[in-house]
Nanobody, 122 residues
Framework: QVQLVESGGGLVQAGGSLRLSCTDS??????MGWFRQAPGKEREFVAAISWSGSSTKYADSVKGRFTISRDNAKNSVYLQMNSLEPEDTAVYYCAAHPAFSSVQIEHIVQLWGQGTQVTVSS
């Protein structure tokens, strides 16, 4: 059973940092991504990284503050979040798809983690 497991969420003050991790128990090569869902809002794309790590993409709202990376030896992807703002408060979901372009599109992704809560206080 292929499974994505996230960790690293928590409560942080505005301006602080958190690092999210996601481990993929599957064996196939996949592009990975992060989405988030704030209360009362739809789930939105945050960042994506190709299997090789050579390509990345970010939502405009997080550019310059968040960094996505991966360690294929550990089957893991990370989201380093700096300069956090209250607007970043959401449940963050790890996503996986064979194609880099597709892992950025919410309705195409079929493999999701369970989500981890990030709360940024003002």
């Amino acid at each position: 059973q292929v499974q994505l497991v996230e960790s690293g969420g928590g409560l942080v003050q505005a301006g602080g940092s958190l690092r999210l991790s996601c481990t993929d128990s599957g064996r196939t090569s996949k592009a990975m991504g992060w989405f988030r869902q704030a209360p009362g809002k739809e789930r939105e794309f945050v960042a994506a990284i190709s299997w090789s790590g050579s390509s990345t993409k970010y939502a405009d709202s997080v550019k310059g503050r968040f960094t996505i990376s991966r360690d294929n030896a550990k089957n893991s992807v990370y989201l380093q979040m700096n300069s956090l703002e209250p607007e970043d408060t959401a449940v963050y979901y790890c996503a996986a798809h064979p194609a880099f372009s597709s892992v950025q599109i919410e309705h195409i992704v079929q493999l999701w983690g369970q989500g981890t809560q990030v709360t940024v206080s003002s």
